[in-house]
């Protein structure tokens, strides 16, 4: 059999989820949510993670802030089998959030 390997370059960050909300925005005024959502987001990340879950040796090669998101990235990635040697972690920099989805 042969042995399949990927490296995947790409950016990394969360995507932030908002449920359930009481109304639409309106400027200046504060809308509650009832529920708000964390996930990686990042379509390479996403596709590292999917390939590693069908058992392809998956490495990923990006960079993450120093911070609470980062290492939720980073474990999200660990979880699914994904490489992370190649991610820098980052005290300069910190980890994104790419937008709001709003449900």
Known sequence: MIHKKLFVVGELNIDVKLNNINGFPILEEEILADNLTITMGSSSAIFASNI????INTSFCGMVGNDSFGSFILDELKKKQVNTT???ESVEYKTISRGICIY
Request: hydrophobic share 55%.
């Open 52 to 55: 590693a879950s069908i058992g």
């Open 86 to 88: 190649y991610i820098i």
